[in-house]
């Protein structure tokens, strides 16, 4: 089964992120959803979609939401030192940022990493996998 790590920021596009989750889940991959603080606000606005902050009962609501998929879901905080994709010897097949703040895009692209979604980047960066980012603001 693929790893594919997926986070959510506070960009405006929360939509795409879901979608984009319902397709990856769909085609049989495990997910790592990753999760801002910023990104649960962005859905309640923008999708009026409460995101809870327990990760386990966010990957139950999720779970629950595309039923029948075969892929698998667990979802991490942004603060989430320990989860797998924060590791160079555990990284996923691939990572995408969906949708990406340009503060996340920034963070990501001068090596920050103070957070468990830029380490995640950062991990992807130096093992050399493919690293994705959905910027709202696109074209960029």
């Given at each position: 089964?693929?790893?594919?790590?997926?986070?959510?920021?506070?960009?405006?596009?929360?939509?795409?992120?879901?979608?984009?989750?319902?397709?990856l889940l769909q085609a049989g991959c495990r997910v790592e959803l990753l999760v801002s603080s910023?990104?649960?606000?962005?859905?309640?606005?923008?999708?009026?979609?409460?995101?809870?902050?327990?990760?386990?009962?966010?990957?139950?609501?999720?779970?629950?939401?595309?039923?029948?998929?075969?892929?698998?879901?667990?979802?991490?905080?942004?603060?989430?030192?320990?989860?797998?994709?924060?590791?160079?010897?555990?990284?996923?097949?691939?990572?995408?940022?969906?949708?990406?703040?340009?503060?996340?895009?920034?963070?990501?692209?001068?090596?920050?990493?103070?957070?468990?979604?830029?380490?995640?980047?950062?991990?992807?960066?130096?093992?050399?996998?493919?690293?994705i980012l959905v910027p709202r603001e696109t074209p960029f």
């Amino acid at each position: 089964m693929k790893r594919i790590a997926l986070a959510w920021t506070g960009a405006s596009g929360m939509a795409y992120g879901l979608r984009l989750l319902e397709c990856l889940l769909q085609a049989g991959c495990r997910v790592e959803l990753l999760v801002s603080s910023a990104a649960r606000i962005v859905a309640k606005q923008e999708l009026d979609l409460v995101l809870p902050s327990d990760t386990t009962e966010l990957a139950g609501q999720l779970n629950a939401r595309f039923a029948g998929h075969s892929g698998e879901l667990v979802a991490y905080g942004k603060e989430e030192w320990f989860a797998p994709v924060a590791s160079g010897s555990n990284p996923a097949a691939a990572m995408i940022v969906c949708p990406c703040t340009m503060g996340s895009l920034a963070a990501i692209a001068q090596g920050l990493a103070d957070n468990l979604i830029e380490r995640a980047a950062d991990v992807m960066l130096k093992e050399k996998r493919p690293l994705i980012l959905v910027p709202r603001e696109t074209p960029f």
